[in-house]
Nanobody, 117 residues
Framework: QVQLVESGGGLVQAGGSLRLSCAAS????????LGWYRQAPGKERELVAD???????KYADSVKGRFTISRDNAKNTVYLQMNSLKPEDTAVYYC???????????WGQGTQVTVSS
């Protein structure tokens, strides 16, 4: 059974930091591309950052220079370090894993991030 479990969300003041973690089980983690998405109320889910199985990263323009995605294949975990948070970063953040060969996709249940002004 595949599981992606996010943690690390919460309430933080503008300018603060949070680190999200997503622990995966039931998949061959090292061959998966991993991503963080977010969905704010009334908005569509959007890509925040992703990292390929070879470690290449990509970021949404809105978070470049503030957020950092990383992966630890030994721990089957992907992280999102979020610095200089803004109220507009408030959303539910979801972890995503995509098999690099079959392109099958799995999602976590989401973790709430709220940034107060």
């Amino acid at each position: 059974q595949v599981q992606l479990v996010e943690s690390g969300g919460g309430l933080v003041q503008a300018g603060g930091s949070l680190r999200l973690s997503c622990a995966a089980s039931g998949i061959a983690f090292s061959i998966y591309g991993l991503g963080w998405y977010r969905q704010a109320p009334g908005k569509e889910r959007e890509l925040v950052a992703d990292i390929t199985n070879s470690g290449s990263t990509k970021y949404a323009d809105s978070v470049k220079g503030r957020f950092t995605i990383s992966r630890d294949n030994a721990k089957n975990t992907v992280y999102l370090q979020m610095n200089s948070l803004k109220p507009e970063d408030t959303a539910v953040y979801y972890c995503n894993a995509e098999n690099s060969w079959s392109h099958r996709v799995y999602w976590g249940q989401g973790t709430q991030v709220t940034v107060s002004s």
